[in-house]
């Protein structure tokens, strides 16, 4: 534990390193939301509801689920397989740490420091929506989304790792990586609510782990989830972990195993 | 004594694919590629014993950055025996990894945009070195290298010398007993390289730890390794004391001198080859074994004012060896 609590220091005084970071950070959270708003107000001066969501419900999905992206998504694949081209993993295959959790440690700093800033943000951003925004929360949604939230980090953080791992295989991961973000953004309600979809998508994409990134804690939010469907959906999210640990776990064996290590 | 370092007809093998040169053998390259094989290690094998300073010499490519990953771990071996401090490092153990460090000249470990002394800490959580020693450790090594003043600036403004000093306190907080070196000396400037040097010889004197040395310059490998081990295509050329090289390779030893009257250069080529002349200055190449005998001579026949005796240059010997090496094959 001791080693883990190193690792997430050692990310959050790399973020708190890169100043000009920060302010890039002030920047990506607030322009893309201010400018939904302004958009999706337009959209619905025609019409008071869209695949069940009013203008109100919109805005708030659109806040919120930004929010989770600054606390769930992780970018370590890039790199990860830069680590693995220029044999940085050297140092680590050579001393007693794990990759993995040192990745995931490190990641844990870095997003403690953006959340530090990005949350003041939100909240002055919610103050100035605030015609729009709708505010419920029970203290049992608000258990739920924390823990969701949590499986979701990590699972957003293994399946970076897998696709930084490819780079023991490919030269190239780029291509990877941007397959990766579209199927993300598409499947896990980032870009529109799933409720915009066909049932049948809809219930397929339950079965999958990126809709629990950003739809499920919405519905949660929303209310329009049983208690059983949200125990039901931490337990898919629970398996999901599981199986992406262990394809981390596989392909870091015989990656390392096989690993040339460039330059001779 | 029981070797810490044990190698047994130890060879790695590399697989890549061919790639036919143009648009259309890259075309090519997509349905079928040619996989072939090449030897990097070709079955050495050596023993090293605790407290040893031993410098691994060859020209780039001769194996002894493949040799040296084998030994710490990050290459599997083909096939054959390796053995560091009782363990195979390829299982990559922890308990083995507490116990040595490896230091590539070309990488670094340090955290590139953080000062060295959080890299320290890092290491210290990650082999759990306990506070006391950490503190003992850090103290005696930023002492011994003088880097005390830039334990907090980050390693990006530090120069090249410091960031290789600062590297060699990281490796070296946990009390290793096994040391790797991978060129640590490479693109230092003369003063940081004796500063190395000087210390990397005094850590060996007196923590008794075991150093394989890798290096291009022969300087290092002559100041500091009491054994060489020279590789060339992934084979082993030479085992052996470093003075032992020259009885070995070399034999002929330069006599020097100055002598106050002028000697015909027929007189002088009958003591040795290759005589020149400079002013009163007059050198020529004797048989190691008649040494003695001929600077006898030249004392008894001639005025000589100053006599110097010189033993080839061991670059230029290393150089005779690889390049007749080659010639054979």
């Known amino acids: 534990m001791n080693k883990f609590k190193a690792y997430i220091k050692i990310g959050v005084i790399d973020a708190l390193e890169m100043r000009f970071q920060l302010v890039y950070w002030l920047y990506v959270n607030m322009a893309p939301i201010i400018l939904m708003a302004y958009l999706w107000s337009n959209v619905y001066s025609k019409k008071d509801s869209i695949g069940g969501f009013s203008l109100n419900m919109m805005v708030t999905y659109y806040i919120l689920t930004r929010l989770f992206n600054r606390i769930v998504s992780t970018y370590s694949e890039e790199r990860i397989a830069k680590d693995i081209k220029d044999g940085q993993l050297n140092q680590f295959i050579t001393r007693p740490i794990s990759y993995l959790s040192f990745k995931f440690g490190e990641r844990i700093g870095i997003r403690i420091i953006n959340l530090a800033i990005v949350i003041p943000i939100y909240i002055v951003m919610i103050f100035f929506l605030k015609k729009y925004f709708i505010w419920q929360m029970s203290l049992w949604n608000f258990l739920i989304i924390g823990v969701n939230l949590f499986l979701s980090l990590t699972s957003f953080f293994l399946l970076a790792f897998i696709i930084g791992l490819m780079a023991f295989y490919m030269i190239e991961t780029h291509s990877l990586n941007g397959l990766k973000e579209q199927i993300t953004g598409l499947m896990s309600g980032y870009i529109f609510p799933l409720s915009l979809l066909p049932p049948e998508l809809q219930n397929a994409f339950k079965y999958l782990p990126f809709a629990y990134y950003y739809n499920f804690p919405m519905q949660v939010y929303f209310n329009q989830l049983s208690m059983h469907e949200m125990l039901l959906g931490l337990a898919i999210q629970c398996i999901w972990i599981v199986i992406l640990y262990g394809i981390c776990h596989l392909m870091w064996k015989d990656g390392t195993k096989n690993y040339e290590a460039t330059g001779i | ?329």
């Open chain 2, 1 to 329: 004594m029981k070797s810490v370092i044990h190698l047994e007809n130890l060879r790695k093998q590399y697989s890549y694919y061919k790639k036919q040169p143009g648009l259309w053998g890259s075309i090519k390259g997509l349905f079928h590629r040619e996989e072939l094989f090449v030897d990097a290690v070709k079955g050495i094998s050596f023993d090293i014993q605790p407290g040893e300073f031993v410098g691994f010499v060859g020209p780039n490519g001769a194996g002894k950055t493949t040799t040296l990953k084998m030994l710490s771990g990050i290459l599997y071996p083909t096939s054959g025996e390796v053995s560091v401090l009782d363990h195979k490092p390829f299982e990559r153990k922890a308990e083995f990894q507490k116990q040595f460090a490896l230091v590539m000249g070309q990488k670094n470990q340090l955290w590139w945009d953080l000062p060295p002394m959080e890299s320290f800490l890092l290491n210290k959580a990650i082999y759990e070195i306990p506070d006391e020693l950490f503190k003992k450790n850090l103290e005696e090594l930023s002492e011994l290298l003088d880097i005390k003043d830039i334990l907090n600036v980050q390693v990006r403004k530090l120069s090249l010398g410091q960031r290789m000093k600062c590297e060699l306190v990281a490796a070296l907080l946990h009390s290793p007993k096994v040391l790797f070196l991978d060129e640590p000396t490479i693109g230092l400037d003369v003063v940081s390289q004796n500063a190395i040097r000087e210390f990397l010889k005094k850590y060996n004197e007196e923590k008794g730890a075991t150093i394989i040395l890798t290096s291009h310059y022969m300087q290092d490998i002559r100041r500091l390794c009491n054994r060489v081990i020279i590789i060339h295509h992934g084979e082993l050329l030479y085992d052996g004391t470093y003075d032992a090289l020259h009885t070995k390779y070399s034999d002929s030893k330069t006599l020097e001198f100055t002598a106050a009257e002028e000697i015909p250069e027929s007189e002088l080529l009958k003591f040795g080859t290759e005589m020149k002349k400079k002013n009163n200055t007059y050198s020529i190449e004797v048989p190691r074994e008649k040494t003695a005998e001929i600077t006898g001579k030249l004392l008894e026949k001639y005025t000589v004012d100053d006599i110097v005796i010189h033993e080839r240059d061991i670059e230029e010997i290393i150089g005779e060896i690889f390049i007749s090496k080659k010639m054979r094959e």
